[in-house]
């Protein structure tokens, strides 16, 4: 995996909605894995500003959502279908038509699940998927644990997770579901470009389990190691705990221009 250590998220960012960029000039009707929390946010803004001063065009691009609440309706705004609509896809001009997530208030939430595992498929798979990390090293909402291979299905959240999670619910933790649907591991890992932003301390623990760390259910992030294409950007706090961080830096200070992430 390749790591990038940046100045601070805005310039994580940035790197990253060029490289969204980049793509979507090559394929403009690319399929865009995103994800929640307030770790990628720098990324939208910067591709929303790209988007308004015509450096690209997302009329074409097609958004996919990577995880969700069980029990929350659509319009919940803290569903994370509401949150990817405000986030993602109103500020981009990009229409719900072009968006893909499973059903969270499904009765029949297995098969929802299933569902949109096919859906994905059908889609063509997703070209860029971009994660974020738990501080327990979780990605999309896959808990210490998880099986590497696992497909798209139900999870229950850890109480760390739903802690995490609380303050996007008042503060109160009792709020926040305890069960959610979220792409496997192994579904994740048939993107064809994995982009993980982490940023901040207190995600150093989980980068150092992820990039330098065995390759271990325990941290659901360690399988990017087993991914031909993944880049893990990271400013220097989340970069604290790495032992090869002068070389990553080295690394990408010599790499050639032309070949992006
Ligand atoms: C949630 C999401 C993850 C996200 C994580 C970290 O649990 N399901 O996809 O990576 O939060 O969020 P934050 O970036 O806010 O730390």
Redesign the pocket.
Known sequence: MEVVIVADAKAGGELIAETMAQLLRRKPDALLGV??????LPIYQALAAKVRNGAVDVSRARIAQ??EYVGLPADHPES?HSVLRREVLEPLGIGMDAFLGPDGAAEDVQGACEAYDRELAEAGGVDLQL?????DG????NEPCSSLVSRTRIKT?TEQ?RA??ARFFDGDVDQVPHH?I?QGIGTILEARHLVLL???E??ADAIAATVEGPVAAVCPASALQLHPHATVVVDEAAASKLKFADYFRRTYASKPEWQGL
């Open positions: 994800a929640t929390g307030s770790t990628p990577l995880d994370y994660l974020g990390i738990g501080t979780h990605i999309g909402f959240l997770t995490d999670n959610v979220t982490a940023t901040g207190n995600k």
